[in-house]
């Protein structure tokens, strides 16, 4: 029986925006898992945006390296930024979480930087389901910049575009191999293209092929991408990544804000329209209907009334 001392209390609003990290912690998971206290405090939140960088790529790609790497850059300019990783909630990955923690080491007691492991939950395209109300609450805490890191596996690294103002797609001289079955989906949610491990051979060439391959397969302008090489375990090419990242989200329009914001909103109106709908009920709801003569599954669609039907 857990203390009732050690249960989440509701978390203290004007704590959370003097940026308080205990209290975020708390919110953060107050609303991961939607408990009591959740729609309250989300609700009662300013308007404060802060731009989302999305760092994507293979694994082992040296994401986190060059997260770690990066985070220096926004400190020097006295920037507060709040680094989520994602984490595809598979015991088998829990390893990569504690290379995290090791490669983040110098940041984890740091004043300017919070960092925080998000479980995806299954959720389609491997970010935390939760994650549209993490980043708005990190906002009004006070960030100027949050970071999140996702591991690109199959299709999963594509969602990250509906929730980042960037995306950084970090890969390595030897993604070169697979460029083509790259095409159909990762690249196209590209905005910065980052050759990291390019200490090996091959990186400038495979570099090359990759921005020919985009001047006619990816979906933004070809103009706006960015290509850089990098070198994240020596801090090679940061400041010129740091630099893109800025420029790039000074460049962002009205248009492409107020996308992202109705991306934002479908996102949340969808989420409260399914809260309760569960899955499991509703297969018992399926059986039951499906014993009815004249079973039909699209009148039972429009019929259907929650977990409660
Ligand atoms: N040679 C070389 N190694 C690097 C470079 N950047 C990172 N690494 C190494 O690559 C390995 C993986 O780095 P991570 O930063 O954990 O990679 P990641 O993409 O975050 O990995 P996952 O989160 O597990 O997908 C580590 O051993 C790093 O030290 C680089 O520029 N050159
Ligand atoms: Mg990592």
Known sequence: ??????????????????????????????????????DALLQNLGNRHAPVIGVTGPPGAGKSTLVDALAKQWVDHDKKLAILCVDPSSAFHSGALLGDRIRMNRWYNHPQVYIRSLASRGAIGGLNPRIFEITDLLANAGFDFILIETVGVGQSEVDI?????????????????????????????GDIFVVNKSDRSGASRFLQSLKSSLQFQSGKSFTDLRFLQTVASEEKGIGELYAAIMENIRNISPKQSLDLLAEKAWQLILDRRMRDIDRGLLIQSLKRAMEQPGFNIHRFAAQYKGSTA
């Open 1 to 38: 029986m857990q203390a009732s001392s050690d249960l989440p209390r509701f978390p203290d609003l004007s704590l959370i925006r003097r940026g308080d990290f205990r209290s975020i912690a708390r919110a953060i998971t107050v609303i991961e898992n939607t408990m009591p206290g959740s």
């Open 161 to 189: 575009a509906r929730v980042a103002d960037q995306v950084v797609l970090v890969l390595v001289p030897e993604s070169g191999d697979d460029i083509q079955t790259m095409k159909s989906g990762i690249l196209e949610i």
